[in-house]
């Protein structure tokens, strides 16, 4: 399948298993790519059982030590406002995966406050925005991420951008804080679509038939405020890691294995 840089792409592994696998290889190959000259790689992560699944893999791969670690810096396009040890958050899933196995220093590990901080959500999310606008660009008071995981709902959303709330339309902050959630805990913090969408690579990981659909509708250009997913692009590849069944409602012609 030959496709631009510009369009979306899908990759299709047989299991969830073979799928963490194929990814966490991407993984390590962009981010020694990124580093061997010097170079900072920041890196966005996502939480949920492949996040965890893909930084298990990633660990476990012997070139996880040829990776000058000090050049990466670790964010999260969303978190859970509870506790910093509490076992819901992203990082903690993140932690227990990779971080704590790689020698990353700690102040290349940028986790949102957690609710035991001594701050409000509010305070959390204006934090987390700062502390971006530290690595900003001459473009953004953020970093341009080197690759940015998403997960993808059922209803379609990513990070903590869920389908028809304010929060994903919104395009003058770069983190937001989330109340009410329509999924547990009630309250979050996400960045914005402009942040997820400077990142050079945004690569959407996703399992199960219960997905199908979001992923469908994601390819067919539906709108991003009803699927948040379909908005998600990266500025030089947008990549959908599916195994088989989330695939089940994608057309053969826009499955690209090559990648």
């Given at each position: 399948?030959?496709?631009?840089?510009?369009?979306?792409?899908?990759?299709?592994?047989?299991?969830?298993?073979?799928?963490?696998?194929?990814?966490?290889?991407?993984?390590?190959?962009?981010?020694?790519?990124?580093?061997?000259?010097?170079?900072?790689a920041?890196?966005?992560?996502?939480?949920?059982s492949?996040?965890?699944?893909?930084?298990s893999?990633?660990?476990?791969?012997?070139?996880?030590?040829?990776?000058?670690?000090?050049?990466?810096?670790?964010?999260?396009?969303?978190?859970?406002?509870?506790?910093?040890?509490?076992?819901?958050?992203?990082?903690?899933?993140?932690?227990?995966?990779?971080?704590?196995?790689?020698?990353?220093?700690a102040?290349?590990?940028?986790?949102?406050?957690?609710?035991?901080?001594?701050?409000?959500?509010?305070?959390?999310?204006?934090?987390?925005?700062?502390?971006?606008?530290?690595?900003?660009?001459?473009?953004?008071?953020?970093?341009?991420?080197?690759?940015?995981?998403?997960?993808?709902?059922?209803?379609?959303?990513?990070a903590?951008?869920f389908?028809?709330?304010?929060?994903?339309?919104v395009?003058?902050?770069?983190?937001?804080?989330?109340?009410?959630?329509?999924?547990?805990?009630?309250?979050?913090?996400?960045?914005?679509?402009?942040?997820?969408?400077?990142?050079?690579?945004?690569?959407?990981?996703?399992?199960?038939?219960?997905?199908?659909?979001?992923?469908?509708?994601?390819?067919?250009?539906a709108?991003?405020?009803?699927?948040p997913?379909?908005?998600?692009?990266?500025?030089?590849?947008?990549?959908?890691?599916v195994?088989?069944?989330?695939?089940?409602?994608?057309?053969?012609?826009?499955?690209?294995?090559?990648?």
């Amino acid at each position: 399948m030959q496709v631009s840089s510009a369009e979306k792409r899908v990759v299709v592994e047989a299991t969830p298993a073979a799928l963490a696998a194929r990814v966490a290889d991407r993984f390590l190959t962009r981010v020694r790519a990124r580093t061997k000259n010097g170079r900072i790689a920041h890196i966005a992560l996502t939480g949920g059982s492949m996040g965890g699944a893909v930084l298990s893999q990633a660990a476990a791969d012997p070139r996880v030590n040829s990776i000058d670690w000090s050049l990466v810096h670790f964010w999260w396009g969303d978190e859970r406002f509870v506790p910093r040890d509490d076992a819901d958050r992203n990082a903690v899933q993140s932690r227990q995966a990779l971080l704590d196995h790689i020698p990353v220093p700690a102040e290349n590990v940028h986790e949102v406050a957690g609710s035991d901080s001594g701050i409000t959500l509010d305070e959390a999310a204006a934090a987390y925005a700062a502390e971006l606008a530290r690595f900003g660009t001459d473009e953004h008071p953020w970093p341009s991420f080197a690759v940015c995981y998403l997960g993808v709902g059922p209803d379609g959303h990513i990070a903590s951008l869920f389908p028809d709330r304010d929060e994903v339309t919104v395009t003058d902050a770069a983190a937001l804080p989330v109340r009410n959630s329509p999924k547990p805990p009630p309250e979050r913090v996400t960045l914005t679509r402009p942040v997820l969408n400077s990142s050079k690579r945004v690569w959407l990981v996703l399992t199960g038939a219960d997905k199908a659909s979001a992923l469908g509708l994601a390819l067919a250009g539906a709108s991003y405020t009803s699927v948040p997913a379909a908005g998600a692009k990266g500025r030089k590849r947008t990549v959908f890691f599916v195994d088989e069944a989330a695939a089940s409602e994608v057309s053969p012609d826009l499955i690209d294995q090559a990648y």
